[in-house]
């Protein structure tokens, strides 16, 4: 049959499909989130995440390891603090349990990245990610509050910081205490695209953050919305932003490809909890092959644009690339 154009003539043999894949990716795009407690000598499994695990900060250090061994050399950390109140104080005392994580893995491997969530969900005894005036969450009142978060994260070694509270003008306050700190070369990821997504579940769980009361979506987005994540790009982008991230991921491949078009800052995507727990818990039904979906729903999140990736899968994911399987 006479035929000019042939798709299936690229697709013969791996060597010439990698040759022309559109979509590459490597292990120093990704970013593994971890979650640390008080205390010594433990690491609970977080049920809703299988192999996923609350350390305590003796035993994160031996996953800092694992990850390192394996080519990962970025990690995000959440406190899980003993005590909560009403102001989240937590998150910015000097011997909360995120910065003296971030002091023990300094101090033991320097050539790990480390990147602070700045939030106050974790912290608050309401649950809600800022300060509250009534039922409501202060917006104004919040940022003094998240920007002190932020230096005390960065005094404590982060080289990063990720504000996910989604308070108007946040990263401007952020990005203005550290300079008056001198810390003007500490870049800022705003988790700038962030859903009100049913997403988080089991996030919530693991790091008993939950609202006692409401919701989050006067302050997280609208799941309905595609132009208000390119507008909220902007405006953190024009507080100062260097990196824009879009949360979840996985459902929000639309949102991740506008951006691409729109802005000119690397963007990252956050494969969250609930994402992770649908593909584990399907796996260990017998009902998927686990590695193999892992791998496409990374892929899809690359080929739609994103250029970092957060994700409980990195070190496996970076096996995966090391085999060939991806990348
Ligand atoms: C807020 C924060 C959340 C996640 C990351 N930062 C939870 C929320 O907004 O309720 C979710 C991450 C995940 O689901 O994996 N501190």
Redesign the pocket.
């Known amino acids: 049959m006479e035929m000019t154009k042939r798709p299936r003539r690229l697709r013969y043999g791996e060597s010439l499909r990698k040759m022309v894949r559109e979509t590459r990716m490597d292990k120093s795009a990704l970013i593994y989130?971890a979650f640390v407690m008080e205390g010594s000598g433990k690491e609970e499994e977080i049920a809703s995440m299988a192999g996923q695990y609350r350390y305590t900060i003796d035993r994160l250090l031996y996953k800092m390891e694992d990850l390192l061994d394996a080519g990962v050399d970025k990690v995000m950390l959440?406190g899980i603090p003993d005590h909560k109140d009403e102001k989240g104080s937590g998150a910015y005392a000097e011997d909360g349990i995120v910065q003296k994580g971030f002091r023990a893995i300094k101090e033991r491997f320097p050539e790990m990245y480390l990147i602070g969530?700045v939030?106050m969900?974790?912290y608050t005894s309401h649950g809600h990610?800022g300060i509250l005036h009534g039922q409501e969450v202060d917006n104004d009142t919040t940022l003094d509050y998240l920007a002190r978060i932020a230096l005390s994260q960065v005094e404590a070694g982060a080289d990063m910081v990720a504000p996910?509270?989604m308070m108007d003008g946040r990263v401007a306050a952020i990005r203005r205490l550290l300079d008056q700190n001198g810390h003007e070369n500490v870049p800022i990821m705003s988790?700038a695209v962030?859903y009100a997504s049913a997403?988080?579940?089991?996030?919530?769980e693991a790091?008993d953050?939950?609202p006692a009361f409401g919701d989050?979506k006067s302050y997280?987005m609208d799941v309905h919305n595609r132009r208000e994540g390119v507008k909220e790009a902007l405006m953190d982008i024009e507080e100062g932003a260097d990196i824009i991230m879009v949360?979840?991921a996985m459902a929000f491949g639309d949102v991740i490809h506008d951006l691409k078009e729109r802005v000119n800052v690397p963007i990252a995507a956050?494969n969250?909890?609930?994402e992770?727990c649908m593909v584990k818990t399907a796996a260990q039904m017998g009902y998927i092959d686990e590695t193999a979906m892992m791998c496409e729903i990374a892929v899809s999140t690359f080929r739609a644009g994103a250029d970092i990736y957060l994700t409980?899968f990195a070190k496996e994911l970076a096996k995966c690339m090391d085999e060939g399987r991806i990348g």
Do not use: N
């Open positions: 989130p959440f969530d939030c969900c974790e990610c996910s509270d988790y962030k997403f988080y579940g089991p996030f919530r790091a953050s939950a989050r997280q949360k979840p956050y969250v909890s609930g992770y409980y």
